[in-house]
């Protein structure tokens, strides 16, 4: 069944938006959109790294299948602070889930492609009328197919499989295409499975794509404990650019890839992260309100301004090993 553009978000309304905040003041809750994806590289380094330790905190990361399940968790009080894009920032405001973006955490959707199996001769224009997999209604992969629709002039059906699902149904045969990203995007391009059609990283122009997300209520009254976990998170990513070996076993082994795709997921999407985080810079409010232009471009409602779904007021300072 396609989905609905105008109800992309409509699951948004069956979470708790009178959720608490953390659980315990030294404990920070990280909400990871899907396993196999640069956010967990990030919390998983800073874990290893002792980086919230240092910051005299614990974390506790829960893998969702998806970034809207991501941020319904949040919404509904499992998760504290969440990676996921500025849409539904913008959409869960205009429906009571009060949250802003606290760090920029990407300026590019680096390594996701719209890949179909090696043998298809379809190219994406003939994607019309066909299934193309997401993972799920409102997620960053969401977004990518709405621009798609738009910007190509076609259309298909989005068929949300989750974030684990998309290899195993595109390789399946059950969708003709699929919005993958990194590092399996550069998995299966290697091992023959599949091929890119189009490349989203330069396709689309740069814009904020995600960022690191907590609710209102949480930067309001525990300030301290937001400020602390971005501190561990970017210094995990100033760690990970500075020990290029260490980070691709840990992608390796957390992944259970090739060290060689490994590699790749560290070359083209660790080392294009941001590294500073800061919501104040020059270049942000125009980049969020671009990506949040792109959201509506592609069918989205609701969307509110760039300056409504972020706050300044949290600057990372990372954290030293």
Known sequence: MKINRRHAFLSLV??????????AADTIRVGLPTKTYWPTTIAETAVRQKLFEKEGIQAELTIYRSGAETFEGMAA????????????????????????????????NFGWQLMVPTKSTLEVKDLNGKKVAIT????????????????KKIDFTRVPVGGGGLVP????????????????????S?????????????????????????LDKLAETKPQLVQKAVNALY????????????????????????PEIAALEYD??????ETSGDMGAANVNAAVQLSLDLAKLGGLKDIVPAEDVISTKFKPVPTKP
């Open 77 to 108: 009080g499992a998760a504290d602070i969440i990676l996921d894009p500025p849409s539904l920032v913008s959409a869960g405001r205009k429906k009571g889930v009060m949250s802003r973006i606290v760090a920029n955490a990407a300026m590019g």
């Open 14 to 23: 069956a979470a708790t938006i009178m959720a608490s905040p953390a659980s």
């Open 169 to 188: 149904n595109l390789l399946a045969g059950n969708v003709e295409a699929a919005v993958v990203y990194s590092p399996l995007s550069f998995q299966i």
């Open 190 to 214: 290697k091992s023959g499975e599949a091929k890119s059609i189009l490349d989203y990283s330069t396709a689309v122009p740069p814009n904020l794509t995600a960022g690191w997300i907590v």
């Open 136 to 151: 799920a209604a409102g997620s960053g992969s969401d977004l990518l197919a709405l621009w798609t629709i738009q910007d």
């Open 235 to 258: 210094g995990a990513v100033a760690f990970m650019r500075a020990n290029r070996d260490v980070t691709v076993k840990l992608i390796a082994e957390l992944y259970e890839m090739p």
């Open 268 to 273: 083209n999407t660790i080392m294009k992260l």
